[in-house]
């Protein structure tokens, strides 16, 4: 894994000012630092390099072609790299390295844009090429390496974090108020917005073009080269062996690598899978688990018994109460955005003792939005299952609920998701922070007029008109909006900023293209309905692991942070979230009334109290 970043300007740019802002992510890549200027100065591309294929210095970033026309910076691998070399080199092509690096720019010789559809990996990219005067910027399928570009005093920026365009001189820290709203409700900054206005990320599957001309760099043109696809097939009977095949191919096609590699393993059925498959594909397994002195938590028994099944190399840490504060300020500096899913923290540790042994890690993210994993798929399931006119009468139930349960009830939340428009059900159900009524209570100054004028359903209904409910089935458009949004905007960033806070590469192997693929074909009755979720998974999964582990109830990779917080740690996050930082976006009387009710244990706030506690430490490290 590595960190890029470029700057196209109308004038010679500062290339010691580029070095600068690329040594900013020296995290992303410990092993070598590269810097390449166009002949005018114009054009500047920096690299840090964590090697993995081909780790000799001929294999560095940025990397130029034979004939020097094009120039290559990107942070990720390219897995089926072994055979575009074999087609390019059946088409005359001779190479130099082993590298990934330089086959992906022969492939961008060749095929131009049209090579990112042939590419299986995870990937951001950059090329410059001299013979069009152009740069072309592009992110794999399904987001999991970031990019973010900005426009500054006309120059057009990029950079794998944020912490590297913001080094720029005359880039303005303004906050964007609507980033706020989708990270106190969603938990994080959707794409393609940034907490910085006038930033921005480039969406998974897209490309982003921008002409250097005479008077400068031209407006960026985006273009969508890769989206999920929704083809049910009726035809299988069943899914079982397509999908144990698709899972061990992947894990075979992604082990590879020319420094050691092992198996996140958390003991739950996607992080089990990968493990299993990478055994079954002929690989021996390090495998690496954090768990909890909280049993309600502690999935370490589990995992050790898929351990002692693949006879994996097995290593597992203990995450306490005190290893929260111990490196939060650290996890500010890396998130560069407000975040607020707190397994960031479990995921940290996990990642920096495995780091210990290896430097390639297969990890199971991405197996709940693929194959509808979360128990929310139930929900929708039976959503899915109502006959017509059960809306209506789950309007009438709702209205009666509003009467005599408590705002939070749980029950009254569910009959609201049954009765509302599938947009809004789907808002509701990712909301994993501040309901929107206690926020548009609590918000203050520009937050305020935020909430009124940006509403998390807005966002849910725009990716929708690409999956709509009608068309493809609230199963389906759930999965969609999950993949869009809780894997992009959370799920990846958590991973990716964890993981290379400790220069450790992370590969989620159900995001490999062909799982990616065949997920699409499988109907979603097979997957989720009012009482199941995952079900064509696990049903797949039967030989390869014990019922005990596919069947159990399903705990996610968290940690205990709410009875942490009636402890000493709640009251650092007390006087943080009540503090004067926060004074100016958020009602204090609000956010008192949030901690006393949580302490008290009145009520479950950890989500909504960890958020207030990481945007007063991020406001204090970023807005200061």
């Not at 069943?238 to 420094?259: C, F, G």
């Not at 079954?280 to 370490?300: K, M, N, Q």
């Not at 999964?541 to 019922?547: D, F, H, K, V």
Request: proline content about 6%; glycine content about 8%.
């Amino acid at each position: 894994m590595c960190g890029i970043v470029g700057v196209v300007d109308a004038r010679p740019v500062d290339a010691g000012l580029v070095a600068r802002m690329r040594d900013e992510l020296a995290h992303r890549g410990p092993d070598d630092a590269g810097l390449w200027a166009s002949d005018d100065g114009r054009v500047v591309l920096g690299h840090r390099r964590l090697a993995v294929i081909d780790p000799r210095p001929e294999a560095s970033q940025p990397f130029r072609s034979a004939d020097g026309r094009q120039v290559l910076i990107f942070n990720g691998e390219i897995y089926n790299f072994a055979a575009l070399r074999r087609e390019l080199e059946g088409e005359g092509h001779r190479f130099r390295t082993r590298s990934d690096t330089e086959v992906l720019l022969a492939a961008y010789g060749r095929w131009g844009r049209a090579c990112l559809e042939r590419l299986s990996g995870m990937f951001a990219l950059a090329i410059w090429d001299a013979s069009t005067r152009r740069i072309l910027c592009a992110r794999d399928r399904a987001g999991e390496k970031p990019l973010y570009h900005a426009r500054v005093n006309g120059a057009f920026l990029f950079a794998s974090e944020l912490k590297a365009i913001a080094a720029w001189p005359g880039f303005t820290r303004r906050l964007d108020p609507a980033a706020l709203v989708d990270f106190f409700t969603f938990g994080f900054v959707a794409d393609p917005r940034a907490i910085w206005e006038g930033c921005a990320k480039l969406p998974p599957g897209h490309w982003l073009e921008v002409d250097l001309t005479e008077d400068g760099p031209g407006p960026e043109r985006t273009g969508r080269y890769w989206d999920m696809e929704f083809a049910p097939d009726a035809s299988v009977a069943s899914w079982d062996e397509p999908v144990r095949d698709a899972l061990e191919q992947a894990a075979n096609e992604m082990a590879v690598s020319d420094v050691p590699l092992g198996a996140l393993l958390s003991g739950g059925v996607d992080s089990s899978a990968v493990t299993a498959a990478l055994s079954r594909a002929g690989h021996t397994v390090r495998s690496f688990t954090i768990g909890f002195d909280e049993a309600d938590y502690d999935e370490r028994p589990f995992a050790r018994q898929v351990a002692d099944r693949y006879r994996t190399d097995h290593t597992e840490r203990v995450v306490a109460a005190g290893d929260v504060e111990a490196v939060l300020e650290r996890m500010v500096w890396h998130y560069d955005e407000p975040f607020n899913d707190y397994s960031y923290l479990p995921t940290f540790y996990l990642c920096r003792m495995a780091r210990e042994q290896i430097t390639v890690a297969l990890s199971g993210d991405g197996g709940d939005e693929v194959f509808a994993g979360y128990r929310r798929y139930q929900r929708v399931g039976r959503r899915a299952a109502q006959p017509p006119g059960a809306r209506w009468l789950a309007g009438m139930a709702h209205a009666g609920a509003r009467l005599f349960l408590a705002s939070r009830h749980p029950l009254r939340r569910t009959l609201g998701q049954y009765a509302a428009a599938p947009a809004a059900m789907f808002a509701d159900m990712l909301n994993l922070g501040f309901p929107l009524p206690l926020l548009a209570r609590a918000a203050r100054g520009p937050l305020r007029d935020a909430v009124a004028g940006h509403r998390p359903e807005d966002t849910v209904r725009a990716h929708l008109a690409a999956a709509p409910p009608a068309e493809v089935g609230l199963v389906n458009a759930m999965r969609y909006l999950d993949l869009k949004l809780t894997l992009a905007g959370g799920v990846l960033v958590k991973v990716d900023r964890a993981s290379m806070a400790v220069s450790l590469e992370v590969r989620p192997v159900f995001l490999h293209r062909g799982l990616l693929r065949l997920a699409g074909r499988i109907p979603p009755e097979f997957l989720a309905d009012g009482s199941h979720s995952k079900e064509a998974l696990k049903a797949a999964l039967i030989p390869w692991l014990p019922e005990e582990i596919l069947y159990r109830k399903k705990m996610g990779f968290a940690m205990p942070l709410g009875r942490w917080l009636r402890g000493d740690l709640g009251e650092d996050v007390g006087r943080a979230a009540a503090g004067e930082r926060l004074a100016g976006l958020m009602d204090p009387a609000v956010v008192e009334d949030l901690v006393r009710r949580h302490q008290s244990g009145a009520a479950d706030a950890a989500s909504m109290l960890h958020s207030l506690y990481f945007l007063d430490r991020w406001l204090a490290r970023w807005a200061a």
